[in-house]
T-cell receptor, first 114, second 112 residues
């Protein structure tokens, strides 16, 4: 079964706590992305990675961190510095070519603050 | 309580009718566009894409039209079905690379 797997589906964070969201893909894609979605809004890019051991900030990177140690994995850490973390988090991947950039998405993780 | 967010534009259609969802994009340098469908509580699902050297592309029951003069994109769904009910997003890619910019979305409601 190929695709993008995000876990957990639901996550709760206590104040001052860091939490890590998992994203794994078996599509052999080079590029991976993290987006945040708030109710009634579009997707906003947090971080993206075009290749292993390299990543760039997106439009709303403050309060988040990522790593890309393996091609298939791109975990996102929501740090205590992110004061409004409640949102739906989506991970995506793409082949990473310049000619075509369909991004395929996981099922998402819904993060709430206790 | 529930946080207040923006209210999505909503399109209501009768089952069997055709739907047209519109999107205005911002960057005249954008050269690649994608339409996604997102059902409640799920991740966006790819529907159809189009490059800037085309003005129309057809898929199964869907057609995307691109008007670069007015920076407008539309998604037409033929014979709309209850399973088409979802939020539809357009996304634009500027000058190659991997970054997409997403619109705010349109809620499609199919009435029986």
């Amino acid at each position: 079964d190929g695709g993008i797997t995000q876990s957990p589906k639901y996550l709760f964070r206590k104040e001052g706590q860091n939490v890590t969201l998992s994203c794994e893909q078996n599509l052999n894609h080079d590029a991976m992305y993290w987006y945040r979605q708030d109710p009634g809004q579009g997707l906003r890019l947090i971080y993206y990675s075009q290749i292993v051991n390299d990543f760039q900030k997106g439009d709303i990177a403050e309060g988040y961190s990522v790593s890309r140690e393996k091609k298939e994995s791109f975990p996102l850490t929501v740090t205590s510095a992110q004061k409004n973390p409640t949102a739906f988090y989506l991970c995506a991947s793409s082949i990473g070519t310049l000619a075509k950039n369909i991004q395929y998405f996981g099922a998402g993780t819904r993060l709430s603050v206790l | 309580g529930e946080s207040v967010g923006l209210h999505l534009p909503t399109l209501s259609v009768q089952e069997g009718d055709n739907s047209i969802i519109n999107c205005a994009y911002s960057n005249s340098a954008s050269d690649y566009f994608i339409w996604y469908k997102q059902e409640s509580g799920k991740g966006p699902q790819f529907i159809i894409d189009i490059r800037s050297n085309m003005d129309k592309r057809q898929g199964q029951r869907v057609t995307v039209l691109l008007n670069k003069t007015v920076k407008h994109l539309s998604l037409q769904i033929a014979a709309t079905q209850p399973g088409d009910s979802a939020v539809y997003f357009c996304a634009e890619n500027t000058g190659g690379g991997n970054k997409l910019t997403f619109g705010t979305g349109t809620q499609l409601k199919v009435e029986l």
